[in-house]
């Protein structure tokens, strides 16, 4: 017997004494939990947010809507970037003060691992973000892309709109999104640690990560 033999066995035993009609929802799980941590108002969540996601090591700005492309502009010029990839979507606005020699590259879906490798930056907006655990989360709708698109290129720079898009909880967060879609939960820039605890960024996705808290 092998081990998928052994682990199926446990399973069969496991299940022997349910009914074979029985189903999942025939046993509804309590959902008595707190939804969130105390109450917040809008600008409190949005400062979590921000703590929480500069605590990732992630880099964190504020802008309004008028100041928000010249932002944009500095962020990839202070990055030295030559290339950013522009997922569809996008306000057209946001990109009106990119350095014209900045080669703007669309969101393709034959793209490969290393020709997404060889862009500088990724800008893309957000479906939501996580103030108790400075959480971005995208999820492939406009002005996001496709999920490679965010976990190849080096820099990421993500606008989350405030306060519409900041919730404070994980499961306010789940009761808006979409199970259906391609989710991507980012909560600072890749990193990993050894046994040592010595951190490593970049490991299996962008090495910096700068999140722009849109006031709206």
């Avoid at 569809?88 to 990109?95: A, E, K, S, T, V």
């Amino acid at each position: 017997m092998n081990a998928r033999d052994q682990v199926l066995a446990r399973i069969r035993r496991a299940l022997a004494d349910v009914p074979a009609d029985e189903r999942p929802e025939d046993h509804p799980v309590a959902r008595d939990y707190l939804p969130a941590h105390g109450t917040r108002t809008a600008g409190e969540r949005t400062d979590l947010l921000a703590e929480n996601l500069a605590d990732y090591r992630a880099h964190v700005h504020r802008s309004s809507a008028a100041g928000l492309p010249a932002l944009l502009g500095r962020l990839l010029a202070d990055r030295g970037a030559r290339s950013v990839l522009l997922p569809d979507g996008l306000p057209d606005h946001w990109l009106t003060c990119l350095d014209p020699a900045v080669e703007r590259v669309p969101d393709r879906t034959g793209q490969t691992a290393p020709e997404l490798d060889a862009v500088d930056s990724v800008l893309t907006a957000c479906a939501l973000a996580i103030a108790e655990t400075g959480t971005v989360v995208l999820d492939g709708t406009a002005g996001q892309g496709r999920r490679r698109i965010t976990l190849v290129p080096d820099h990421h720079i993500c606008v989350v709109r405030a306060p519409d898009q900041i919730v404070d909880s994980v499961p306010q967060a789940l009761a808006r999104l979409d199970p259906g879609r391609p989710q991507t939960w980012i909560s600072g820039p890749s990193a990993t640690s050894d046994i040592e605890l010595d951190r490593v960024e970049g490991v299996h996705g962008p090495r910096t990560l700068d999140v722009v808290i849109l006031a709206d």
